[in-house]
């Protein structure tokens, strides 16, 4: 997982493989127990240092784009390892600045396209200000938001088919 | 009723006797009684001297009942002696070999349980009470109740028997009622006659009334479970195969037999080890894998993420980390101060849940259902159900009887609806969800949106105050779905009510908000919420399939209580 992110910053044609990537290792999963649990356990491993370090930069505020890369969920499991930061009043305060960050760093094409691909998984309460937050990108950015639709999630962009016109 | 005899040599076929065949039955004479059969069963030390007999598992606290007419035409003359103990150990084996409640383990150690049965003076002397003593006149027979462990060793307490009496009576009979089973096992009911003088038995009748508990679990200090003398009732016609996902550390994970590990929500655990298969997600301890950091004793580990400390162990526990090292969901249940730089977790014990001796009562598993936790009495709580069918959010308090919400005290009704963004994820399946939030409002801070208002403002996009969430779950039906932050809140003060959309969120009014918070006040926590009525409401937006039940990350639990099902 990180070394697919690591990839996607090299250009574009390698995002489009690596997100493949991503839904095919997720499709694994389902399909064989052994590739399930392995693939779990790296995922949440690997996602879950990324919080923790996450927590400590948040504390020294030494945040950057690239780690913001990192941070943002590529998949429902890690979305749901994000948001569970709410559960806890330690890691609260973390939540809620990641989350600016998410919105703030998607100046940054890359950032903004994993930030774009987060409408798959956005639930719920969250749901709620991350798409307030989408709407406010998408008219600041139109013309990136064009070319990165192409290439984001198939769910994620039935979720922001809404904004599809003002690509014609 | 007599399941453990099967085949052609067991005791009801061997001993079967026709009534027309009892001596003087066709002269007026005999055994004239019209509730016995044409064939009743026959003993005596001429032939068959163990009878009819019933093998049945029990649960501690179950109450047994057995009753037996009989027919006897003369007194007798008794001697003294025991020809009848190793007659009955026999019967028993064959029980045990042909019965469906007993275990495999004991099937396979019948010859071991023989031999030590035929040696415990307890059950010598039981199952032939009268053989020192020849006085009375009234054949050695008997209706005679033994209760033996899981591993079939005797059970002295409550085994008891009761002999015949009364000669050429039509409608003598034997009873034992009420029974009580001293611990989890089996309980042997049979009929027999040492002497004679042939005694015939019909119309045994054996009551068996459940007690609370319905399962007993013992563990090895990492969690293996002990098999031999855990135990669990067996099932009735209408409750199927029964199961416990709440074992060893009292929280849901499903035991995979093939492999031998327990998943729990975030690790798969190998108990014959004491370790996790998969790393700590925490890093809390200096092994990644180790179980409760080695300290079983002191320590739980719930969910695979967080050790806690050991509920039922004391009634207060620490442990200490360093603080903004752990995130997740496991530490949502502790108090925290963080001045020193350390985080301190304090748990008190809970109800229904130990690390060892885990006995699971119908109320303990109904606790689980309520979500009970944190040592709190059973009769504290609120619950929530919503309507789509009427728009209304009620509240209710919990006055902590499971089988029964009509006692459970109405608190008010509030607008309310799940009218959601076609955009949405979708509304809420009926069910029964546990809260996340459950003493206060989750609030977002001083988060504020774009406008520059605090989110959680009047006109903010939750509302004044904040919001209360259900606890992570999955949806049951097409992509089975993890939804995360489903919450109860108001939002924008200024919009009309109903057209305030959600991304699946449940909007009620601000002042249902206010009551919920009372009724927390008053009440205590806000244990779930209910849902039902949201596949015929009106609401917009898209309803998967229904179904109902209680629902965590796993999905849909299938069990509830028919005060649940009620609210459907």
Same mark, same amino acid.
């Given at each position: 997982?990180?070394?697919?992110?690591?990839?996607?910053?090299?250009?574009?044609?390698?995002?489009?493989?690596?997100?493949?990537?991503?839904?095919?290792?997720?499709?694994?999963?389902?399909?064989?127990?052994?590739?399930?649990?392995?693939?779990?356990?790296?995922?949440?491993?690997?996602?879950?240092?990324?919080?923790?370090?996450?927590?400590?930069?948040?504390?020294?505020?030494?945040?950057?784009?690239?780690?913001?890369?990192?941070?943002?969920?590529?998949?429902?499991?890690?979305?749901?390892?994000?948001?569970?930061?709410?559960?806890?009043?330690? $890691?609260?305060?973390?939540?809620?600045?990641?989350?600016?960050?998410?919105?703030?760093?998607?100046?940054?094409?890359?950032?903004?396209?994993?930030?774009?691909?987060?409408?798959?998984?956005?639930?719920?309460?969250?749901?709620?200000?991350?798409?307030?937050?989408?709407?406010?990108?998408?008219?600041?950015?139109?013309?990136?938001?064009?070319?990165?639709?192409?290439?984001?999630?198939?769910?994620?962009?039935?979720?922001?088919?809404?904004?599809?016109?003002?690509?014609? | 009723?007599?399941?453990?005899?099967?085949?052609?040599?067991?005791?009801? %076929?061997?001993?079967?006797?026709?009534?027309?065949?009892?001596?003087?039955?066709?002269?007026?004479?005999?055994?004239?009684?019209?509730?016995?059969?044409?064939?009743?069963?026959?003993? #005596?030390?001429?032939?068959?001297?163990?009878?009819?007999?019933?093998?049945?598992?029990?649960?501690?606290?179950?109450?047994?009942?057995?009753?037996?007419?009989?027919?006897?035409?003369?007194?007798?003359?008794?001697?003294?002696?025991?020809?009848?103990?190793?007659?009955?150990?026999?019967?028993?084996?064959?029980?045990?070999?042909?019965? #469906?409640?007993?275990?495999?383990?004991?099937?396979?150690?019948?010859?071991?349980?023989?031999?030590?049965?035929?040696?415990?003076?307890?059950?010598?002397?039981?199952?032939?009470?009268?053989?020192?003593?020849?006085?009375?006149?009234?054949?050695?027979?008997?209706?005679?109740?033994?209760?033996?462990?899981?591993?079939?060793?005797?059970?002295?307490?409550?085994?008891?028997?009761?002999?015949?009496?009364?000669?050429? %009576? &039509?409608?003598?009979?034997?009873?034992?009622?009420?029974?009580?089973?001293?611990?989890?096992?089996?309980?042997?009911?049979?009929?027999?006659?040492?002497?004679?003088?042939?005694?015939?038995?019909?119309?045994?009748?054996?009551?068996?009334?459940?007690?609370?508990?319905?399962?007993?679990?013992?563990?090895? %200090?990492?969690?293996?479970?002990?098999? %031999?003398?855990?135990?669990?009732?067996?099932?009735?016609?209408?409750?199927?195969?029964?199961?416990?996902?709440?074992?060893?550390?009292?929280?849901?994970?499903?035991?995979?037999?093939?492999?031998?590990?327990?998943?729990?929500?975030?690790?798969?655990?190998?108990?014959?080890?004491?370790?996790? /298969?998969?790393?700590?997600?925490?890093?809390?301890?200096?092994?990644?894998?180790?179980?409760?950091?080695?300290?079983?004793?002191?320590?739980?580990?719930?969910?695979?993420?967080?050790?806690?400390?050991?509920?039922?162990?004391?009634?207060?526990?620490?442990?200490?980390?360093?603080?903004?090292?752990?995130?997740?969901?496991?530490?949502?249940?502790?108090?925290?101060?963080?001045?020193?730089?350390?985080?301190?977790?304090?748990?008190?014990?809970?109800?229904? /849940?130990?690390?060892?001796?885990?006995?699971?009562?119908?109320?303990?598993?109904?606790?689980?259902?309520?979500?009970?936790?944190? *040592?709190?009495?059973?009769?504290?709580?609120?619950?929530?159900?919503?309507?789509?069918?009427?728009?209304?959010?009620?509240?209710?308090? @919990?006055?902590?009887?499971?089988?029964?919400?009509?006692?459970?005290?109405?608190?008010?009704?509030?607008?309310?609806?799940?009218?959601?963004?076609?955009?949405?994820?979708?509304?809420?399946? @009926?069910?029964?969800?546990?809260?996340?939030?459950?003493?206060?409002?989750?609030?977002?801070?001083?988060?504020?949106?774009?406008?520059?208002?605090?989110?959680?403002?009047?006109?903010?996009?939750? *509302?004044?105050?904040?919001?209360?969430? &259900?606890?992570?779950?999955?949806? $049951?039906?097409?992509?089975?779905?993890?939804?995360?932050?489903?919450?109860?809140?108001?939002?924008?003060?200024?919009?009309?009510?109903?057209?305030?959309?959600?991304?699946?969120?449940?909007?009620?009014?601000?002042?249902?908000?206010?009551?919920?918070? @009372?009724?927390?006040?008053?009440?205590?926590?806000?244990?779930?919420?209910?849902?039902?009525?949201?596949?015929? #409401?009106?609401?917009?937006?898209?309803?998967?399939?229904?179904?109902?039940? /209680?629902?965590?990350?796993?999905?849909?639990?299938?069990?509830?209580?028919?005060?649940?099902?009620?609210?459907?």
């Amino acid at each position: 997982m990180i070394l697919s992110c690591k990839n996607n910053e090299s250009n574009n044609g390698i995002k489009i493989d690596t997100l493949k990537k991503t839904d095919s290792s997720i499709n694994q999963r389902h399909s064989n127990k052994e590739v399930m649990l392995d693939s779990q356990h790296l995922s949440k491993r690997d996602y879950t240092r990324i919080l923790k370090e996450a927590i400590s930069k948040i504390k020294i505020n030494k945040i950057d784009t690239e780690f913001i890369k990192l941070v943002i969920p590529l998949n429902e499991e890690e979305f749901g390892q994000f948001y569970g930061l709410t559960y806890n009043e330690n $890691t609260k305060d973390t939540f809620f600045k990641l989350d600016q960050l998410f919105y703030k760093y998607s100046k940054n094409e890359d950032v903004f396209l994993k930030y774009l691909n987060l409408a798959e998984f956005a639930d719920g309460e969250y749901a709620e200000s991350y798409f307030e937050d989408i709407d406010v990108l998408i008219y600041e950015k139109k013309t990136l938001f064009c070319k990165l639709y192409k290439i984001i999630s198939t769910e994620a962009r039935e979720r922001l088919i809404d904004y599809k016109d003002l690509c014609k | 009723m007599f399941q453990s005899q099967m085949g052609a040599n067991n005791e009801v %076929a061997q001993t079967r006797f026709a009534v027309s065949s009892i001596p003087g039955q066709g002269t007026g004479g005999g055994w004239q009684n019209a509730a016995i059969g044409n064939q009743v069963s026959r003993l #005596s030390s001429l032939g068959k001297k163990a009878g009819p007999n019933s093998l049945l598992k029990v649960m501690a606290g179950d109450v047994l009942s057995a009753n037996v007419q009989y027919y006897y035409k003369n007194t007798v003359t008794n001697g003294t002696g025991n020809n009848l103990t190793t007659t009955i150990i026999g019967a028993l084996i064959q029980a045990i070999t042909g019965s #469906s409640s007993t275990s495999s383990l004991a099937k396979n150690a019948t010859a071991n349980i023989s031999s030590n049965l035929n040696v415990d003076p307890l059950l010598v002397n039981k199952t032939a009470p009268d053989a020192a003593n020849a006085a009375g006149n009234a054949p050695k027979a008997y209706l005679t109740i033994l209760f033996f462990d899981e591993r079939f060793k005797y059970v002295e307490e409550s085994s008891t028997s009761l002999r015949v009496s009364q000669a050429n %009576a &039509a409608n003598a009979s034997l009873t034992l009622a009420n029974i009580k089973a001293p611990k989890n096992g089996y309980v042997y009911i049979y009929v027999s006659n040492e002497s004679n003088e042939y005694v015939y038995f019909d119309n045994l009748q054996v009551g068996h009334t459940r007690g609370r508990i319905i399962e007993e679990d013992h563990y090895y %200090a990492f969690g293996l479970k002990i098999a %031999a003398i855990s135990s669990r009732k067996l099932g009735d016609a209408n409750e199927g195969l029964l199961k416990n996902n709440y074992q060893y550390q009292g929280a849901f994970n499903e035991f995979d037999e093939d492999i031998g590990w327990n998943d729990f929500a975030l690790r798969n655990y190998d108990p014959q080890i004491g370790r996790w /298969v998969q790393q700590d997600p925490f890093y809390q301890f200096h092994s990644p894998y180790i179980g409760m950091g080695n300290d079983p004793m002191n320590l739980i580990d719930p969910s695979g993420g967080i050790g806690i400390p050991c509920p039922g162990t004391s009634g207060l526990g620490i442990f200490i980390q360093k603080a903004g090292e752990v995130i997740g969901n496991g530490l949502s249940a502790l108090g925290s101060f963080s001045s020193l730089g350390l985080s301190i977790g304090v748990n008190a014990a809970r109800l229904g /849940v130990g690390i060892a001796n885990n006995i699971t009562t119908q109320n303990g598993i109904d606790n689980q259902l309520m979500g009970l936790a944190s *040592g709190e009495s059973n009769s504290q709580g609120i619950f929530l159900v919503f309507d789509g069918s009427e728009n209304k959010l009620s509240i209710y308090s @919990d006055d902590g009887t499971d089988d029964d919400f009509g006692d459970d005290d109405f608190l008010g009704s509030y607008d309310a609806h799940n009218n959601v963004a076609s955009n949405s994820r979708g509304k809420w399946e @009926d069910g029964i969800y546990d809260m996340q939030d459950q003493t206060k409002r989750f609030t977002h801070g001083n988060a504020k949106e774009k406008s520059g208002a605090l989110q959680d403002s009047p006109n903010g996009r939750y *509302g004044k105050g904040g919001i209360y969430r &259900a606890k992570p779950f999955k949806e $049951t039906s097409g992509k089975r779905i993890q939804r995360s932050g489903m919450a109860i809140h108001a939002g924008r003060q200024y919009k009309p009510f109903l057209k305030r959309v959600t991304m699946g969120c449940i909007r009620t009014t601000q002042a249902g908000l206010t009551a919920i918070d @009372d009724a927390i006040k008053n009440y205590g926590r806000l244990k779930r919420v209910i849902i039902k009525n949201n596949r015929i #409401s009106t609401n917009s937006g898209k309803v998967s399939n229904i179904k109902f039940g /209680v629902y965590n990350e796993k999905g849909l639990i299938e069990r509830f209580t028919d005060w649940i099902k009620s609210f459907f």
